[in-house]
Antibody, heavy 118, light 108 residues
Framework: QVHLQESGPGLVKPSETLSLTCTLS????????WSWIRQPPGKGLEWIGY???????NLNLPFQSRVIMSVESPQNQFSLKLTSVTAADTAVYYC????????????WGRGTLVTVSS | DIVLTQSPGTLSLSPGERATLSCRAS???????LAWYQQKPGQAPRLLIY???KRATGIPDRFSGSGSGTEFTLTVSRLEPEDFAVYYC??????????FGPGTKVDI
C-alpha cells in the first residue's frame, strides 16, 4: 500500500524559502506524476504543481516564478521549494500521487502545516 | 483557464437521505477528466470518483458520479454518518493543468 509522508520545517520566516520533502513507501516513484497541493486554514485546495518521475514539471501559473520541484528516485522522494514566502503562504501542504491518464490524485500524504511568521 | 463552480455551498441533510452535488466547469472538460474527493476535518482529501464516473478503489457503491462536458454530479444514494464532510471536484486538462472547485460541505 502506497504511503506518502511530508517533512520539513513547520515555521518559515517571511522572505525565506519553504522546503518540503515527500517520502514514498510501498511503491515506486517511476511512472507517476507527483503533485503538491496546499490548503490555507479554513479554505479550499490549491494545486501548486507536479513533477513526473522523469523530472519534468508542470506548475500552476501563480507559482511559476517561485517554485522549484525535484525528484530523487533512488530515495523515493520528491521535493518542493517555494521562495520569497509571505504570510499568504501559510497553509497545510500535501503531496499526492497522480496517474498517467487523468492525474486524479489517488494517494495523499497526511499534510504538514507550514506557518510563515517572523 | 478552466474554473470549477460547485453548488450548493452547503447541503444540510440527514442520515439516510440522498445527496446530490453539482460541479460546473467554465469550459468543456476533455475526456471527462473530472474527479471527486471527500475531505473530513483534519484529514487529507480522499479520492472517490475519477473519470467522472469511475469509483476509486474501496469506495462504497452508494457514491456515484455522472456527467460530461461542463456539468458533473456526485450522488450519495443514502448518507451514512461518516459521509458528512466537504466534497471537492477537480479537473485535469488545459492550463492550469489541475484545478479544484471551492467545495460543497455536507452537514447534518
Amino acid at each position: 500500500q502506497v504511503h506518502l509522508q511530508e517533512s520539513g520545517p513547520g515555521l518559515v520566516k517571511p522572505s525565506e524559502t519553504l522546503s518540503l520533502t515527500c517520502t514514498l513507501s510501498g511503491g515506486s516513484i517511476s511512472g507517476y506524476f507527483w503533485s503538491w497541493i496546499r490548503q490555507p486554514p479554513g479554505k479550499g485546495l490549491e494545486w501548486i504543481g507536479y513533477i513526473y518521475s522523469s523530472g519534468s514539471t508542470n506548475l500552476n501559473l501563480p507559482f511559476q516564478s517561485r517554485v522549484i520541484m525535484s525528484v530523487e528516485s533512488p530515495q523515493n522522494q520528491f521535493s518542493l521549494k517555494l521562495t520569497s514566502v509571505t504570510a499568504a503562504d501559510t497553509a497545510v501542504y500535501y503531496c499526492a500521487r497522480g496517474g498517467v491518464g487523468d492525474r486524479s490524485l489517488d494517494s495523499w500524504g497526511r499534510g504538514t502545516l507550514v506557518t510563515v511568521s517572523s | 483557464d478552466i474554473v470549477l463552480t460547485q453548488s450548493p455551498g452547503t447541503l444540510s441533510l440527514s442520515p439516510g437521505e440522498r445527496a446530490t452535488l453539482s460541479c460546473r466547469a467554465s469550459q468543456s472538460i476533455a475526456n471527462n477528466y473530472l474527479a471527486w474527493y471527500q475531505q473530513k476535518p483534519g484529514q487529507a482529501p480522499r479520492l472517490l470518483i475519477y473519470g467522472a464516473s469511475k469509483r476509486a478503489t474501496g469506495i462504497p457503491d452508494r457514491f456515484s458520479g455522472s456527467g460530461s462536458g461542463t456539468e458533473f454530479t456526485l450522488t450519495v444514494s443514502r448518507l451514512e454518518p461518516e459521509d458528512f464532510a466537504v466534497y471537492y471536484c477537480q479537473q485535469f486538462g488545459s492550463s492550469p493543468r489541475i484545478t479544484f472547485g471551492p467545495g460543497t460541505k455536507v452537514d447534518i
